[in-house]
């Protein structure tokens, strides 16, 4: 990794602040704990999911922050504004590089909502750098590079908290917790509906716009011309920072799966199935695919695109030999009995959107707790979405050790759990 003096970061932060900003009337925060019991916080990566979860965390009384990172001058300057705006001051930081916000020891935790080809390298150096983590889904670009980070966060004792925020959802965690119940007799099958893979006509290359630094953004990925089409939120239907539907939806929907099947550390063992990639265009992932994994027990994990004649919004559907339970984006819970709904209370409806995994976070950098959704399961349930992904690239059925996590007799599968990076950036 490239290296660069504080000095340098800190005097790089001051140009990166030189601009004007609109500041608004003074709001200051009321019941605000004191400066002393604050956790504090730099926020790396601010499109739109960053924005989402930077909102969410400025409602905390206990939390602060004081810096904000993008590589997009546009996204940096919202990002500041915001924060500003919050606190009704003007001392928030903006730096376009992550290692300015990773040299400052007056902050105790990081926000990464970066392009997923990011995610671990950040990761990596802010646990060296001493910080704790809240770190978008999902863990890794690939395999490999999710056993980094989840032995990383136990060498150093991170806190880290995968943005699977879906786990925090009391109508999610309700249709788990019917599942690990034994209402529903013994599982079956464990059901991830997602929305279908989205396709581009091919894009000509065009001047990187003032204020991106695009080289940056690419980072460890391969070099390629720029165009609009390939950056902040489409990146994710390109393989060279993301994994499609498979890896973005799947971080969520496998995720909840694997933790109703009870054993959140492993993952199924066999897996084969079918999908459709763009022909031609920018974007590769899948667009169409079915997909079934099949756990040690017999249980089966299905990944469903949207064309499943009758079902709705996206969600999960736990099906066992006594019942089924579904659940959905929309907060919808349906099941096989009146008995399994009677088991829903008031605080159980509802879209909790990511309030409480924020605080559960922030709760867990106090005490020093497991968060809910921690490295070691983030990295076994990605782990299941990367195979999903090299399954369908090679077309083939594929088995899986889950123990040694390698692929059984598939060296050319083995060799997909890993990819080059561009220099300098490494693990």
């Known amino acids: 990794m490239r290296e660069i003096s504080r000095r340098q970061l800190l005097g790089q932060a001051a140009g990166a602040v030189a601009m004007p900003y609109l500041v608004t009337p003074l709001r200051r925060a009321r019941g605000a704990a004191p400066a002393s019991e604050r956790i504090t916080m730099g ?14 965390f400025l409602t905390f009384t206990d939390l602060r922050v004081v810096a904000v ?7 940096l300057k919202r990002a500041k504004d915001t924060v500003d705006t919050a606190y009704g001051n003007t001392d928030c930081a903006a730096y376009n590089d992550f290692r300015a916000i990773l040299a400052r020891d007056d902050i105790d935790t990081v926000l990464i909502a970066t392009p997923d080809h990011w995610h671990a390298i950040l990761a990596i150096e802010a646990a060296k750098a001493g910080k704790d983590i809240y770190c978008e889904k999902p863990i890794s670009l690939t395999i490999a590079e999710g056993r980094a980070v989840a032995d990383t966060m136990k060498r150093y004792g991170t806190v880290y908290q995968s943005g699977t925020q879906r786990r ?19 599982l079956q099958t464990l059901h ?4 279908n893979g989205p396709t581009c006509p091919p894009q000509p290359p065009q001047p990187v716009p003032a204020g991106f630094d695009y080289d940056m953004w690419l980072g460890p990925a391969p070099y ?13 239907w390109l393989y060279d920072y993301s994994g499609g539907q498979l890896t973005d939806l799947g971080a969520h929907f496998i995720d909840l799966a694997q933790w109703a099947h009870g054993d959140e550390e492993l993952a199924p063992i066999e897996y084969e199935g079918w999908g459709t990639f763009p022909q031609d265009g920018l974007f590769n992932t899948p667009v169409r695919f079915e997909i079934t994994a099949t756990y040690a027990d017999g249980v089966k994990l299905i990944c469903h695109d949207e064309t499943e004649p009758g079902r709705g919004p996206r969600g999960n559907k736990f099906v066992g030999s006594e019942g089924w339970v579904s659940v959905d984006d929309t907060g919808k819970i349906t099941a096989s009995s009146k008995a399994i709904l ?3 209370n ?16 922030l709760n867990c950098v106090k005490t020093r707790a497991r968060t809910i959704a921690p490295p070691e399961v983030a990295h076994r349930s990605t782990t299941v979405c990367h195979i999903t992904n090299i399954c369908l690239r090679l077309g ?12 059984v007799n598939n060296p050319q599968a083995d060799r997909m759990m890993a990819r080059t990076r561009r220099s300098p950036w490494t693990l």
């Not at 159980?348 to 605080?359: K, S, V």
Request: aromatic residues 12%; glycine residues 12%; hydrophobic residues 25%.
């Open 43 to 56: 926020a790396i990566g601010l499109g739109g999911q960053g924005m989402h979860n930077l909102k969410n």
């Open 69 to 75: 990172c993008d590589v997009d001058a546009n996204h």
């Open 168 to 186: 925090s959802n009391a109508c999610f965690r309700f249709g788990v917790d019917i599942a690990r119940s034994g209402m529903l007799g013994q």
């Open 192 to 195: 991830c509906y997602y929305h």
């Open 224 to 236: 390629e011309p720029y165009t609009p089409r390939r950056c902040h939120g489409s990146f994710r």
């Open 342 to 344: 009677q088991k829903i």
């Open 346 to 361: 008031t605080t159980q409806r509802g879209y909790e959107y990511m309030q409480g995994h924020h605080r559960d976070f």
């Open 396 to 407: 083939c059925k594929l088995t899986w050790n889950p123990q040694i996590e390698r692929f």
